[in-house]
Structures are given as C-alpha cells and as structure tokens.
C-alpha cells in the first residue's frame, strides 16, 4: 500500500523557516516525480513544486519561488520543503503528491501538515 | 497561467439522481485533464486523469468527458459517499505550472 506521511508543520512567525518532510513507502519512491500541494483554510488547492525522479528538474510556482526549495533523498525514501521567508498568504496544509500514469495528474497523496504563519 | 472555472460552485442533488459537474480552462489542454474528490477533513482524491480515465478502484458511476477546454465529470446515481468537494485540475504545461480550479462542492438535495 502507497503511503506518504508529512511533517514539520507548525507555528512560525513571518520571515521564519520551516522544514517539511514527507516520507514514502508502499513503492519505488525513485521511480516517481513528486510535487508539494497547498490548501489554505477553507480555500482551493494550490500546486506548489515539483521534482523528478532524480532531483535534477525542479519548479516552483511563481507564489513560492526564491523562497521554497524542494528535494528528495531517494536512498531515505523522503521528499522535503524547505520555507523560507515566510508571509501570511503561505499558511496552509501543505501535501506531498506522487505524480500519477499521466505524469501531471496527483494519484496519491499525504494526509497532510498545517503550516501557520502569524506573530 | 491557464485559469480553470468550474461550475456551478455548489451543486444540490437527491441520492440515486445523476451529478454533472463542468470544467473549463481559459486555453487548450488537450485531455490534460484530472479531477479530485475531497472530504472534509481528508486529502484530495484522484478520481480520473487523461479526461476520461478512472484512476485505480473508482466506481465505474464515475466518468470524465470532454478535451480541449470544456470538460464534465459525470456521477450516475449518486451514492451517500459521493457528497464532496469535487476538483478539475490542468497539467497541459511544461515546464509544469498545474492549475487547479475552485471547486465544486455537491451537496445533499
């Protein structure tokens, strides 16, 4: 069975950091590209970033970019988010997403972990 | 960035009566083209990718229809578990810039 389980959410004030990992199992975690995705309180879903099976294609949504690095380590089975410079507008819950057959569509994805940005 | 609407925003259904839901991008996708089921409280869903094709284990009362730019999601007989949040989402881009739209939520008639 496919599992993805995120962590590292938490309470972090603007201009603050914050690491989030997600770690996979039920599969060949290196044979799948894999994306963050964020849910701000009651509103829509929000790609965030993406990277290749390798890690050595990467993109950012404009929202995030020179502010949010996404990697992996194939070897630990985990995928990260590091944040940085955080705003308000980033408060969400932030999942991590497998890549599906269609290389796009979103076919499993993590319970989640709430990242709140306030003072 | 291609823009995804989807309508109508809430939709109220009585249980065993037929759901369609409406999908359209502000430019081509082809059949680039996924939708998502959410519950309160749960993670997105995958129901179809490639417009019309059922990701593994969803009911077959499920069907994605449609390419280019006008897409429908289609719930034949509604079920108790199929009140939800309900997503389209583009991957027609490279480098990928995914869209999703604003959802449509299905409630109870």
């Known amino acids: 069975e496919v599992q993805l389980v995120e962590s590292g959410g938490g309470l972090v004030q603007p201009g603050g950091s914050l690491r989030l990992s997600c770690a996979a199992s039920?599969?060949?975690?290196?044979?799948?590209?894999m994306n963050w995705v964020r849910q701000s309180p009651g509103k829509g879903l929000e790609w965030v970033s993406y990277?290749?099976?390798?890690?050595?294609?990467?993109y950012n949504a404009d929202s995030v970019k020179g502010r949010f690095t996404i990697s992996r380590d194939n070897a630990k089975n985990s995928l990260y988010l590091q944040m940085n410079s955080l705003r308000a507008e980033d408060t969400a819950v932030y999942y991590c997403?497998?890549?599906?057959?269609?290389?796009?569509?979103?076919?499993?994805w993590g319970q989640g972990t709430l990242v709140t940005v306030s003072s | 960035e291609i823009m995804m609407t989807q309508s109508p925003a809430t939709l109220s259904v009585s249980p065993g009566e037929r759901a369609t839901l409406s999908c359209r991008a502000s430019?081509?996708?082809?059949?680039?083209l996924a939708w998502y089921q959410q519950k309160p409280g749960q993670a997105p869903r995958l129901l179809i990718y490639?417009?019309?094709t059922r990701a593994t284990g969803i009911p077959a009362r499920f069907s994605g229809s449609g390419s280019g730019t006008e897409f429908t999601l289609t719930i034949s007989s509604l079920q108790s578990e199929d009140f939800a949040v309900y997503y389209c989402?583009?991957?027609?881009?490279?480098?990928?810039?995914?869209?999703f739209g604003q959802g449509t939520k299905l409630e109870i008639k």
């Open positions: 990277i290749s099976r390798s890690g050595n294609i990467i």
């Open positions: 997403a497998r890549d599906g057959k269609s290389e796009g569509d979103f076919d499993n």
């Open positions: 989402q583009q991957y027609n881009n490279w480098p990928p810039v995914y869209t």
């Open positions: 430019q081509s996708v082809s059949s680039n």
């Open positions: 039920g599969f060949t975690f290196s044979s799948y590209s």
């Open positions: 490639g417009a019309s």
